[in-house]
């Protein structure tokens, strides 16, 4: 059973920085591709950033020189460090992993960026 674990979410002022990660088990980490999605209040769940099996790494254009998506195979975790964060930054971030046309979720964390 695959499970995803997300943590560090939580209130920053604009301008600020939190990391974000995202604990995988049940699967062969190192085979998969991993991503982090946003949904805020009344919007769709969108990609923020990807990173293949690879280390191949894909930005939403709005985060792209502030967000950093990264992976540890040998912890079986994927991070993404948020800087210079904006209140429409906000949501719920969800991590996400496929492989073989197979994808989990986590139960997502919520980030919440104060003006």
């Known amino acids: 059973q695959v499970q995803l674990v997300e943590s560090g979410g939580g209130l920053a002022q604009a301008g600020g920085s939190l990391r974000l990660s995202c604990a995988v088990s049940g699967i062969t980490f190192s085979i998969a591709s991993a991503g982090w999605y946003r949904q805020a209040p009344g919007n769709q769940r969108g990609m923020v950033a990807a990173i293949s099996n690879a280390g191949h790494t894909n930005y939403l254009d709005s985060v792209k020189g502030r967000f950093t998506i990264s992976r540890s195979n040998a912890e079986n975790t994927v991070y993404l460090q948020m800087n210079s964060l904006q209140p429409e930054d906000t949501g719920v971030y969800y991590c996400?992993?496929?492989?073989?046309?197979?994808?989990?979720w986590g139960q997502g964390t919520q980030v919440t960026v104060s003006s």
């Open positions: 996400k992993t496929w492989a073989y046309g197979h994808e989990s």
